[in-house]
């Protein structure tokens, strides 16, 4: 099943950004965030890692929203794929 994005041009997505903060990255293609689109969107708000991929959820990225919220902790993604590859390795 597929998503339907609202926007999905370059120049869209910047715009999506610029106007709506936080939300932009939930209305973007995530293969068209960027890391500077990333980190623009989480010091709006820090609430928008929940939308940032987890390849782009940098520690500069995932500081700023802890600095904002510390309860915006469960939106790192990064930490379950060091937990599964860990698993996966370890046969658990």
Not at 33 to 62: M, N
Request: with cysteine.
């Amino acid at each position: 099943m597929s998503k339907k994005y609202r926007h999905s041009p370059y120049k869209e997505t910047i715009e999506v950004i610029r106007k709506n903060g936080w939300w932009g990255p939930k209305y973007i293609r995530s293969d068209l965030i960027t890391p500077g689109l990333a980190l623009r969107s989480v010091k709006e708000c820090g609430s928008s890692l929940e939308f940032i991929p987890a390849h782009l959820q940098t520690q500069e990225v995932i500081e700023i929203a802890l600095k904002q919220d510390p309860g915006n902790s469960k939106y790192i993604k990064i930490k379950e794929m060091f937990k599964n590859a860990l698993e996966e390795a370890l046969g658990e």
